[in-house]
């Protein structure tokens, strides 16, 4: 595998944190990282990476893939990529995409692994999610820990709703700051995550999520008073309707006691009484 430290070195680049770039340069975590896909038998015919930075990682997922896609929006780096993998590249196993991860068109990828630019991780994360291939994503740590956390707990919020409703989510490793050049500010924390179907079922994805959001807007108040004060959110046209239909006990609780199951059916529940503005 090739060093990461004379990948920088031949890059002829500095990661900079005012444009979000840290290299992630511990071999040891590198060579883990794709093996928390081999962990689940994912397949590995076409593997996606975004932010390649100076090909650290993507050294590392040419060894477990048949073909890979790097996408990275430096365009030094970009090129740079194309330069030191042109070998994988001629032999048809690399694809380097210039452009940002949330503009490009990506392929029909088998699985991701990913140290995601931490000031759009969640944008990119949400774009991912919804194809339903198994991930493997660097993120904050504070961010990682709310994406994994259970109802009840002071990290649980729309964050863990919305990531869950789309796959098993697990935190695999935490990252020092010293494994990346230069240190982040923070701690960071790996993720996988293997998509499943929920447990529950609604017949608006959309509504459900926007529906979660609105609720967690008002986590301190009850989910009465909740769903009263977040219609212009929710889209809600009769959100008294929706409050005189549900359930008292749940009523009671906070957004942060609410399984996501007990969001779809509640949010089922306000689209049969009360339905949208938009409709």
Do not use: W
């Not at 928390?36 to 893939?65: F, M, S």
């Not at 490009?104 to 774009?127: Q, W």
């Not at 409703?165 to 790996?190: I, M």
């Amino acid at each position: 595998m090739r060093d990461p430290d004379a990948l920088i070195a031949r890059a002829g680049v500095r990661g900079d944190p005012d444009r979000d770039q840290h290299f992630l340069v511990d071999d040891r975590v590198l060579d883990r990282l794709p093996t928390y896909l081999e962990e689940i038998d994912a397949e590995t015919n076409h593997l996606l990476e975004i932010g390649g930075g100076t090909g650290a990682l993507t050294d590392r997922l040419l060894d477990l893939g048949d073909e890979v896609t790097v996408v990275e929006r430096d365009p030094d780096l970009a090129a740079f990529l194309r330069e030191e993998f042109v070998d994988a590249i001629d032999d048809g196993r690399l694809t380097v995409i210039e452009g940002d991860a949330l503009e490009a068109d990506l392929p029909e990828f088998t699985a991701s692994v990913s140290n995601l630019p931490y000031g759009v991780s969640s944008e990119i994360a949400f774009r991912l999610l919804p194809e339903g291939r198994p991930l493997v994503l660097m993120f904050q740590q504070e961010f990682a820990e709310r994406m994994v956390a259970d109802p009840g707990t002071s990290e649980y919020g729309r964050l863990s709703v919305s990531t869950q409703h789309y796959a098993d989510v697990e935190l695999v490793e935490t990252v020092p700051k010293e494994a990346f050049s230069p240190p982040p500010a923070v701690e960071s924390a790996v993720i996988r995550a293997v998509p499943r179907d929920p447990e529950y079922e609604v017949e608006d994805e959309d509504f459900f999520l926007r529906f979660v959001k609105a609720l967690f807007t008002q986590r301190r108040k009850t989910i009465r008073n909740g769903i009263r004060n977040t219609a212009h959110i929710s889209g809600l046209t009769d959100p008294d309707a929706v409050v005189d239909a549900a359930d008292e006990d749940l009523l009671r609780k906070r957004a942060d006691a609410m399984a996501p199951a007990e969001f779809a059916a509640l949010a089922e529940l306000a689209l049969e009484v009360s339905g949208l503005e938009d409709d």
